[in-house]
């Protein structure tokens, strides 16, 4: 600990008094063994003790320590009502209240999660022996007055050890965090300067070890998903760190990196203010003990970040093929699903290529819908990822279980694929696809340099799906009653593409296309990245209007909407495709650079 200018290790006193009780413990279980009258009676009137009963009682009571750990997260200090109101009584308030008022009064007003650890106890006694101890314990000095306490009771020793072990049990039980993990990282990095993402990334690779070692405590949110690290979605907590480290002035962002003040990493804080003035630091100094978790860390750190990149690419790789792969087997009907090469996700990886496309199929396809140009942009030099939106590509039972954050959940899987594999991305999607590409581009501004919709249902000419939302709350009603007939759970599709998309067409997913879409809706006007609209002049499905109520919502001004003659919905398919296709590259090809 540094304080007052100088470093010492923890206070003593809690060890030094559990010594002290449990010796005049010893003492009195022997003025009580040995019928030492005088002795027993002055130690009931010293330690207000009212019956002879109760002596022998507190005699056979052993003495303990129960190390507790408190950890709290968030830890903010901030202007907050609590020290404002302070301030209107007293105007200038001690530097240490002013601390706790700011700490304290930001989780007061702001919230905090509090987790409380009890460990073993620890028992004094085990600390109090040899033949010294033995022979006081045996005397008849009482051991009462000051000036005994002060020359035979220091336990100086005993009491650093016994301090050593309750903080080594102390500190065993934080409750890691996400807070610990980036203050770990920021502070430890041996390089003053690091990429935003490179950082984002060893933060996800080293909470996926640490969910794997046998940690006392860890926060819950520690165990939920942890991609969003990855996609470029806002992440809540990372940003509130970083805001943190910001204001401390411990860090400043530039051009996608954080670069570190060494000289405020370096500076030493007073421990009644590092809180407030370095909460890196402390967040940084509570899992130090933590040996496994520590090294889970440094080896995260210690990696390359080329191979840092590979791994998080390969293990997206999998869990996505191996997500297909589960559900194919799951929903499997033969005769009705397609096989398995037309429904899995597909990567198409250019060596030393830059630049890279996210490309995302239509509702009821999979896949193969969008390969012919995914295989198109590769051969022009790009990297493409086909995303297989969950819920496709095996039967129509999977996509009536599934809701439209399923499937932008799963763009966000390739999404992770290609930002560990190139430095420039842009997303096109062709019908639904189309809408998850929009809502990427619009959550994202700063992972895409463009997006590309095709044809996407801002307005369907199908009065079916207009009715979707009525006849899932019919079925629901049915549902509760326990009544079999009358639901109308599928319709009848006649696709374009028979050997690609489904035959029978959920309600219930119709109902979740209507619903994401009109949520894409209230949200164009937030979309400022390039955006090419691509809209077939006489397209069946979607009503053509909906490239230019596309193109008039979007905020931003870098804009082009492409009318194409074309009287078939799928028109990245089959006939008239190759225009699109070219119309495609030449857009990326004027943002990629």
């Known amino acids: 600990i540094y304080n007052a200018g100088i470093r010492r290790p923890p206070h003593t006193g809690a060890g030094l008094l559990a010594l002290r009780a449990e010796f005049y413990r010893a003492k009195l279980r022997q003025f009580l063994e040995t019928d030492y009258a005088e002795g027993v009676d002055e130690y009931m009137a010293y330690f207000g003790i009212a019956t002879r009963e109760k002596a022998v009682e507190s005699a056979q009571i052993e003495s303990v320590i129960i190390p507790v750990n408190i950890t709290y997260f968030p830890i903010r200090a901030r202007n907050n009502i609590v020290n404002r109101l302070a ?21 007061l007003s702001e919230g905090v999660d509090i987790d409380i650890n009890f460990g073993p106890p620890i028992a004094p006694s085990a600390y109090l022996s040899g033949k010294v101890h033995e022979l006081r314990v045996r005397d008849r000095a009482l051991y009462l007055s000051m000036e005994e306490t002060k020359r035979a009771l220091q336990f100086g020793r005993e009491a650093l050890a016994l301090m050593q072990r309750y903080m080594e049990s102390i500190y065993g039980m934080t409750t890691v965090n996400h807070d610990h993990v980036f203050a770990y990282l920021l502070e430890k990095y041996r390089k003053r300067r690091i990429g935003v993402q490179d950082f984002r990334n060893r933060a996800f690779l080293a909470i996926d070890r640490i969910q794997g070692l046998p940690v006392q405590s860890s926060h819950t949110s520690l165990f939920l998903k942890q991609r969003y690290l990855l996609t470029g979605d806002r992440h809540g907590r990372f940003e509130s760190f970083m805001d943190v480290a ?53 080896s995260v750190m210690r990696l390359p970040s080329c191979l840092v990149r590979r791994k998080i690419r390969k293990q997206f790789l999998d869990l996505d093929r191996g997500v297909f792969e589960s559900d194919y087997e799951k929903y499997y009907l033969d005769g009705e699903s397609k096989p398995s090469n037309i429904g899995r996700p597909f990567f198409l990886k250019r060596f030393f290529g830059c630049r890279g ?7 009821m396809a999979a896949p193969e819908e969008v390969r012919a140009l995914g295989e198109y942009l590769y051969r022009a030099g790009y990297t493409v990822y086909g995303v297989r939106l969950r819920g496709h590509g095996t039967a129509p039972e ?4 599934r809701n439209w954050e399923e499937w932008y959940e799963s763009a966000n899987r390739g999404l992770i694929v290609l930002k560990n594999t190139v430095r420039k991305i842009a997303v096109a999607g062709f019908s639904t696809g189309a809408g998850v590409a929009l809502y990427q581009a619009i959550n994202k501004p700063d992972t895409f340099r463009g997006v590309i919709s095709i044809n996407a249902p801002l307005k369907v000419n199908n009065i079916g799906s207009r009715l979707a939302s009525t006849v899932v709350l019919w079925n629901s009603f049915l549902g509760r009653l326990r009544v079999g007939r009358g639901k109308m759970e599928y319709v009848k599709n006649e696709p374009e593409n028979r050997h690609i998309n489904y035959f029978r067409n959920p309600i219930s997913g119709v109902a979740q296309l209507e619903k994401f879409m ?3 809706e209230k949200r164009l006007k937030d979309l400022y990245v390039p955006a090419l609209i691509v809209q077939g002049s006489q397209d069946p499905v979607v009503n053509p209007v909906s490239g230019l109520e596309i193109f008039d919502l979007i905020g931003g001004t870098d804009k082009e909407l492409c009318r194409l003659y074309a009287e078939r919905h799928g028109i990245v398919n089959g006939e008239g495709s190759g225009r699109v296709f070219r119309r495609v590259e030449r857009f990326l090809d004027e943002i990629m650079g």
């Open 246 to 298: 910001k204001s401390d002035g411990l860090v400043v962002e530039d051009g996608g990196a954080i670069i570190k003040n060494r000289e405020r990493f370096s500076r030493p804080h007073e421990f009644h203010d590092i809180r407030r003035d370095n909460v890196v630091e402390v967040l940084k100094n509570e899992i130090e003990p933590l040996k496994n978790v520590a090294s889970a860390i440094d």
């Open 87 to 107: 301030h209107l009584f007293v105007e200038k308030l001690p530097d240490r209240i002013e601390e706790e008022l700011e700490v304290e009064g930001t989780m």
């Open 518 to 520: 009109d949520v894409v």
């Open 398 to 401: 999977d996509l009536a279980s």
């Open 357 to 363: 496309i996210l490309l995302i199929h239509g509702y």
